[in-house]
T-cell receptor, first 111, second 109 residues
Framework: DGGITQSPKYLFRKEGQNVTLSCEQN?????MYWYRQDPGQGLRLIYY???????QKGDIAEGYSVSREKKESFPLTVTSAQKNPTAFYLC??????????FGSGTQLSVL | GEDVEQSLFLSVREGDSSVINCTYTDSSSTYLYWYKQEPGAGLQLLTYIFSNMDMKQDQRLTVLLNKKDKHLSLRIADTQTGDSAIYFC?????????FGKGTMLLVSP
């Protein structure tokens, strides 16, 4: 089945720790995206990548980093610089300029 | 700038019709979308409409687009308890879609 797989479903971070959220897609889409969702806030764009080995900052990139070494994979690292990381993180992919397909999300919480 | 506005909450009874409204600002948007999110899950594409259309119907879903007023609506006929979810309106933006904050639909038996 084609789709987007996010892992883990739940993740806990200790203070000062970096954590990495995984996102893999087998839809052969060029573009991939990371969103952060807070209750009542809708979706905010963190980073996006339109092609392998290239990515751009979204609206709230501070405290996050990404890489795009393979077309299928777009991992997100939440660094210790992100002081309020508790949120639901959503990965998505699309053909260029097309509709987005979403993964099932990762809930990150701080211990 | 781009901004998409939705009312935050709608409550209906099972069997009634639900209408979720959305206003957007970017008149150059080529497509407008409706997504559904159930608790703890990702967003699921429900339907979309091309900007040169006024209406699109897909089973129980009807999308109406008023380009002059930049107003988009989603009507769900014969609403069921399984339709309870958050519904997001989205427009085509510069780098990706721009989403509204979502409308929580609560369907009571």
């Amino acid at each position: 089945d084609g789709g987007i797989t996010q892992s883990p479903k739940y993740l806990f971070r200790k203070e000062g720790q970096n954590v990495t959220l995984s996102c893999e897609q087998n839809l052969n889409h060029d573009a991939m995206y990371w969103y952060r969702q807070d209750p009542g806030q809708g979706l905010r764009l963190i980073y996006y990548s339109q092609i392998v080995n290239d990515f751009q900052k979204g609206d709230i990139a501070e405290g996050y980093s990404v890489s795009r070494e393979k077309k299928e994979s777009f991992p997100l690292t939440v660094t210790s610089a992100q002081k309020n990381p508790t949120a639901f993180y959503l990965c998505a992919s699309s053909e260029q300029g097309g509709k987005l397909f979403f993964g099932s999300g990762t809930q990150l919480s701080v211990l | 700038g781009e901004d998409v506005e939705q009312s935050l909450f709608l409550s209906v009874r099972e069997g009634d019709s639900s209408v979720i409204n959305c206003t957007y600002t970017d008149s150059s948007s080529t497509y407008l979308y409706w997504y559904k999110q159930e608790p703890g899950a990702g967003l699921q594409l429900l339907t979309y409409i091309f900007s040169n259309m006024d209406m699109k119907q897909d089973q129980r879903l009807t999308v109406l687009l008023n380009k002059k007023d930049k107003h988009l609506s989603l009507r769900i006929a014969d609403t069921q308890t399984g339709d309870s979810a958050i519904y997001f309106c989205a427009e085509t933006g510069y780098s990706t879609l721009t989403f509204g904050k979502g409308t929580m639909l609560l369907v009571s038996p």
